[in-house]
């Protein structure tokens, strides 16, 4: 088929890239001219495992074509996908001025009947209003088919999350369009059970409740952990416990210091904000998002009970500072939070993390954080580590090492990713629930 992507981020890249290995034919559009150029002589704006080698061979067989020019894509495809941000606004609404540009962009230069995919995520409605836009700002008779298809990868693992969905879901209004995404995804979908098909308001909202519903579940673990703590038991041993039932499981229960990243924060607050616009007040969604808050602090209040409010002349090293492991993106981190409490209270930082340090020095300004290529590095004199995110090279720990470089032997793990025997070799070990 013969495919555009409007977007070129994290779900624009992945998604084009993975749609042009299947032997399509795919333009990747993005109005970022540098990222363009970068991208065509195979530089990423991204750190995604994986995807570097998949660009740069479907570049060569010619099946990825990046450019600028929207009119050039569009010429050539027939079905087109918007993948543009959607970030939050400063009232937890949602932006959705890309998308809507987007839609005037395509009005201007389409020249054929084409098919619309929003792969945003969108509050419920928008692609009607993106259909709406376009037909109305139309100047020829071209026919708009419009369809909601959103994304569910994870970063981190995009590139397997996109070629073995669990699920398609595809919302559309005729079964013309149903059958020509059906076709697109069936190279990467075997069990025709996987597709899902609905009304665009269902496939729309559905996106948003999938989010939702992960973010709490993480926010009841959080909180359950703090319980925990309280009656002295152990929320590692209570996941054990409860996943064991089938219909709870084990995933997305794993208690820390708060989930981060471009998406759960802000389709939590997107979904909220959506109800609130329909005249419902959500009571469990506007409490996932305070828990959450509360718990990137989880860390900091450990630290502050440890070593006193002032941290003036202490200095912590911080193992990780991406939202999550195997991804360079930063947005909305814990560790954004829990490096700035740490400076306030006049502590000084030194931090590593394997690809994300160029994204979070963008996003933090502050003299008093030092950036080092080495987890060990980090380690030399400092009073204590503080590991924010589990990459897989922070598991296994060389305790003599630790020992020979901190000041103080003591580690606080908002991953819970270390085992309490460490104690036996003398260090202090503070974890969440635990
Ligand atoms: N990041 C993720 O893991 C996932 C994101 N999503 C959703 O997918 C959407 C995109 O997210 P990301 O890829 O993370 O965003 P991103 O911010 O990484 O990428 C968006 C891209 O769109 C480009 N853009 C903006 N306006 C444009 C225009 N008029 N013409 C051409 N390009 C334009 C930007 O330059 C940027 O490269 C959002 O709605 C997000 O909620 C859904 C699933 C996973
Ligand atoms: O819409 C999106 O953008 C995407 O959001 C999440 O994917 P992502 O944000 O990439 O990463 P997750 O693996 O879901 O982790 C999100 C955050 O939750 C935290 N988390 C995750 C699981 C858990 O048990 N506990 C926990 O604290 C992680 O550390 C991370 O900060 C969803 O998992 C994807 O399905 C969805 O497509």
Known sequence: ?????????????????????????????????????????????????????????????????????????????????????????????????????????????????SLIVIKSTVPVGTAFKVKELIESNLDKDIKIDIASNPEFLKEGVAIDDCMHPDRVIIGAQNDEVFDTLKELYSSFIVNSDRFVLMDVKSAEMSKYVANALLATKISFMNEIANICEKVGANVKNVRLGIGSDKRIGYDFIYAGCGYGGSCFPKDVKGLINTAADNGYEPKIL????????????????????????????????????????????????????????????????????????????????????????SKYDVLNDADALVLITEWKEFRALDLDELAKRLNQKIIFDGRNIYSPKIRKAGFELYQIGC
């Not at 399509?24 to 970022?32: A, S």
């Not at 993948?83 to 395509?106: C, F, R």
Request: hydrophobic share 40%.
């Open 1 to 113: 088929m013969k495919l555009t992507i409007i977007g070129t981020g994290y779900v624009g890249l992945v998604t084009g890239t993975c749609f042009a290995e299947m032997g399509n034919n795919v333009y990747c559009v993005d109005n970022n001219l540098e990222k363009i150029a970068n991208l065509k002589n195979n530089i990423l704006p991204i750190y995604e495992p994986n995807l570097a080698s998949l660009v740069k061979s479907n570049q060569e067989k010619g099946d990825l074509i990046f450019t600028g020019d929207l009119k050039e894509a569009l010429d050539s495809s027939n079905v087109i996908f918007i993948a543009v941000g959607t970030p939050e606004k400063e009232d937890g609404s949602v932006n959705l001025d890309y998308v809507y540009n987007v839609a005037l962009e395509i009005a201007e230069v389409i020249s054929h009947d």
């Open 286 to 373: 506007a409490n996932v998002d305070e828990v959450n808050e509360n718990q990137k602090l989880v860390l900091v209040n450990k630290i502050v009970d440890r070593f006193g409010e002032d941290l003036s002349g202490l200095t912590f090293a911080i193992w990780g500072l991406s939202f999550k492991p195997q991804t360079d993106d930063v947005r909305c981190a814990p560790s954004l939070v829990i490096a700035s409490e740490i400076i306030e209270r006049g502590g000084k930082i030194q931090a590593y993390d394997p690809k994300a340090t160029d994204n979070f020095q963008q996003n933090f300004d502050s003299e008093n954080i030092v950036y080092e290529n």
